[in-house]
């Protein structure tokens, strides 16, 4: 009769123990010690086989490399709550300790799986970041301190602290979910125990002010309940002031639209061209939701695929998403879009009536620690990504194409080409349409200093006056 396994004992420090997780099975995995015969514990956990051994670092041996977008993947997945992330990770090493390409088997159902996981977390991630509403509250320690209550779905609340404390820096906040809380006072990040939705407040005075703002943008024509509840859980809702109007808007908007119905009954019925554009643009959004052209869709959340009206007069280009977009899915939300949105009113150009899209859908980056760094598309990313951009341009037809950067210029040219030898004047793509370029946002977020970035601004927001008198001279 066959010995029975012995059973190694892993005891991480947290759910979220990614150090501690890499740190243990590099060492297994040396030990050549099978997935079966490993237990992963968190501390405090509990542990169902009672006392079995501790695993033990190996005397030193060969060493062996893995790909670093399994360090990135294994980094998100390990916040993930299923508790076979631990043994499911280590099973992947051990593929690729003996076949450094396993990462390229897209068949692979343990792979697909780590990978859904890592795109769970980062979505709850992005949950985080969107619905998470501080309130203002008294400090025991004087002044006002800001406090927010929130239920992730993953162990994500570590991870993601560096994301508000680089946001609210000037702030003192604290964040509390039911598994443990954060607390920030302007130069220290501290971690305590959970808590509960009544620890939190309710509310404070600055809600009224935003419901009667969410109140006034609310728009009846754009209400899709169930796209709203699958973007928004309404387990979010109630830690959100503006989410207690949402029922009777909804009840408001239904009169509304009906109303906006019977106005439109009267008016020219769009030709069909316009419905199949419409149609055949949702298809190709679709299906480059499933892009492989190019590796970075390995890496990135989800295509960022262009939006705006199909029928619209400017149509820019820009570099690739960011790291905002990326978890968006939206063109031009980040601290460039802000400042994209920004330089447009001043040039009198209303965003809502162009199309605002990217040389490349997916975004190319660098990990850095926590942070995902922007890394520039090289050529092979760029010319990858030019089907789609040329479909977008040949539904769409805009009668100005605008480039921003040299990256989108590229794409749009064929070439290599310098803003500064192409700004200011109109010049003709390959279909005979006009292409303006200019500079992107971003170059204006990395000037050196206050001087260069007034300056640039100034210029950026000229250019766009002269495409929108440019724009207005066409359609007359």
């Given at each position: ?267 020219p019925k769009p030709a069909a061209r316009a419905t199949n554009i419409e149609a055949a643009w949702q298809a190709l959004k679709d299906e480059a939701a499933h892009c492989t052209r190019c590796d970075l869709y390995k890496c990135a959340t989800q295509t960022v695929f262009g939006e705006g009206p ?135 977020l990395r000037a050196p200093d206050e001087e260069a970035r007034r300056e640039g601004r100034k210029q950026f927001v000229a250019d766009l006056k002269r495409i929108r008198k440019r724009a207005e001279q066409l359609a007359a």
């Amino acid at each position: 009769m066959a010995s029975p396994l012995a059973i190694t004992r892993v005891a991480l420090s947290t759910e979220d123990d990614f150090e501690g997780w890499r740190d243990a099975a590099r060492g297994l995995a040396e030990a050549g010690i099978p997935p079966e015969a490993i237990s992963w514990q968190v501390e405090g956990s509990g542990d169902l086989f009672g006392a079995l051994p501790d695993a033990r670092t190996p005397e030193a041996g060969p060493t062996f490399a893995v790909p670093r977008a399994f360090v990135d993947l294994a980094n998100a997945a390990i916040c993930h709550s299923d508790p076979e992330r631990f043994a499911l990770l280590y099973q992947m090493l051990l593929k690729l300790r003996t076949n450094r390409q396993a990462m390229e088997d897209r068949a692979d159902p343990l792979l697909h799986r780590i990978e859904r996981m890592a795109k769970e977390v980062r979505r709850d991630a992005h949950k985080m970041h969107a619905f998470v509403r501080f309130r203002e509250v008294a400090d025991p320690e004087g002044g006002a301190r800001f406090v927010a209550w929130f239920e992730p779905q993953h162990h994500i609340v570590r991870k993601e602290a560096g994301f508000f404390v680089r946001r609210f820096a000037n702030m003192r906040w604290s964040i509390l979910t039911p598994e443990l809380s954060i607390h920030w006072d302007g130069g220290r990040l501290t971690e305590g125990p959970g808590a509960i939705r009544g620890d939190a407040p309710s509310g404070d005075p600055v809600e009224e002010v935003w419901k009667t703002y969410y109140a006034s943008i609310f728009n009846p024509a754009r209400v899709k309940v169930k796209a709203m509840t699958k973007e928004m859980p309404k387990k979010y809702w109630r830690n959100m002031p503006e989410t207690a109007l949402i029922g009777q808007l909804i009840a408001g908007a239904q009169e509304r639209e009906a109303e906006m119905i019977e106005r439109s009954a009267a008016m020219p019925k769009p030709a069909a061209r316009a419905t199949n554009i419409e149609a055949a643009w949702q298809a190709l959004k679709d299906e480059a939701a499933h892009c492989t052209r190019c590796d970075l869709y390995k890496c990135a959340t989800q295509t960022v695929f262009g939006e705006g009206p199909l029928n619209c007069s400017i149509l820019f280009v820009g570099e690739q998403p960011g790291d905002q977009e990326d978890l968006a899915g939206r063109p031009f939300v980040g601290p460039a879009g802000q400042l994209f949105d920004a330089v447009l009113e001043e040039a009198e150009i209303d965003r809502a009536r162009t199309y605002v899209t990217n040389a490349v859908k997916h975004f190319k980056f660098q990990q850095r620690g926590k942070r995902r760094l922007h890394s520039k598309p090289d050529g092979g990313e760029i010319k990858a990504c030019r089907w789609w951009l040329e479909q977008e341009l040949d539904l769409i037809r805009p009668p100005l194409t605008i480039a921003l950067g040299a990256t989108a210029a590229r794409s749009l040219f064929g070439k290599v080409v310098t803003i500064t030898s192409m700004r200011g004047r109109a010049h003709l793509l390959a279909d005979g349409s006009e292409c303006w370029v200019t500079i992107h946002p971003s170059a204006l977020l990395r000037a050196p200093d206050e001087e260069a970035r007034r300056e640039g601004r100034k210029q950026f927001v000229a250019d766009l006056k002269r495409i929108r008198k440019r724009a207005e001279q066409l359609a007359a």
